[in-house]
């Protein structure tokens, strides 16, 4: 297990070139799942779980891990499966999202691979809305599931989507000349939470799955308009995401002259002192860490009057 975590140190050398590490799990099957390194702090054998009342039933107890007491999630149950039974064979992958740590319990953890993200694709057509895959890709001729994390952790405890009633008062968009908010995540959950906290301030929105398909629909916008910005305001964009990552997409928009004025902000639920180096490197406006409504409302405004400034 120490030599997966040594891969981890090396991680930040593949942000910025479309590259990424998966850390490949299995659950209660042979099929196998990644989770992107980034967003994992240890990997461990699964210690004593102690229970406690109330908790939610995907939630198998608590472990207490370097002075940290930490809710361990049941992946397989989860996504639908049966429950992980042999504990003592069982690891946990401490893993940050959304501004807090969790444990993701899975029957055994094998290898990290280095891979591209236009290696990562969308799921297949046809998995429904009840489908916790945000990805997949294929690794020794096998299929690799990723999940979508963020759905599973929103079904175990919601986060509110709502902007207080205090900023949505101060927020004036009648003087956005009716631009567009455009988004770019992969995760439904994500885009609807997004989606939700700024449409309550009356603003539209635009959305795409994916960095690739979001740089295709803004290069169509700027086609039709002659400068992107002339139609979108803000682009609101997750990290980690199929076939082109955000800060990809955030390099490739600031180096076509026609998309280049575009306001970015990179909104991921990815954390650590290293993004804001990041988001200066690809050019990046603003980052954000998921997810607060509040503070997403507040970066699209002040971009937007920045934008009306500079007219």
Not at 170 to 177: I, L, R
Not at 205 to 210: F, H, P
Request: net charge negative; glycine share 6%; proline share 3%.
């Amino acid at each position: 297990m120490s030599g997966i975590m040594d891969s981890v140190n090396q991680r930040t050398q593949l942000v910025g070139q479309n590259r990424l590490e998966l850390l490949l799990f299995r659950l209660n099957s042979n099929q196998r799942f990644g989770i992107n390194v980034f967003k994992v702090r240890e990997v461990l054998q699964c210690p004593a779980l102690t229970s406690i009342p109330k908790l939610n039933s995907l939630v198998r107890g608590v472990a207490h891990i370097r002075g940290q007491t930490i809710s361990v999630i049941d992946l397989s149950m989860a996504t639908g499966g049966a429950p992980i039974e042999d504990l003592a064979s069982a690891f946990i992958i401490i893993a940050e999202y959304n501004r807090s740590v969790q444990g993701f319990l899975v029957g055994s953890v094998e290898r990290i691979i280095n891979t591209n993200w236009d290696a990562i694709m969308p799921p297949p057509q046809g998995t429904g809305k009840a489908s916790y895959l945000t990805a997949v890709t294929e690794v020794d001729k096998e299929l690799i599931e990723i999940l979508d994390v963020e759905k599973i952790l929103n079904e175990i405890s919601p986060l509110s989507a709502d902007v207080s009633q205090e900023l949505a008062d101060n927020v004036d968009v009648s003087k956005s000349d009716g631009k567009i908010i455009f988004i770019a995540d992969d995760s439904s959950v994500a885009r609807n939470q997004v989606k939700k906290a700024l449409t309550t301030l009356g603003l539209e929105i635009e959305s795409a799955k994916n960095g690739l398909e979001a740089l295709k629909r803004l290069k169509e916008i700027a086609e039709e308009t002659g400068d992107v910005t002339d139609k979108v305001g803000v682009l609101v964009s997750d990290i980690e995401m199929p076939e082109m990552d955000g800060y990809t997409l955030t390099a490739e928009i600031k180096n076509t002259p026609e998309l280049a004025r575009l306001h970015v902000v990179l909104h991921t639920s990815l954390s650590g002192v290293f993004n804001q180096a990041m988001v200066q490197k690809v050019g990046a406006d603003d980052f954000i860490a998921k997810f607060h409504p509040d503070e997403l409302a507040g970066a699209v405004q002040k971009w937007l009057q920045t934008d009306l400034k500079a007219k």
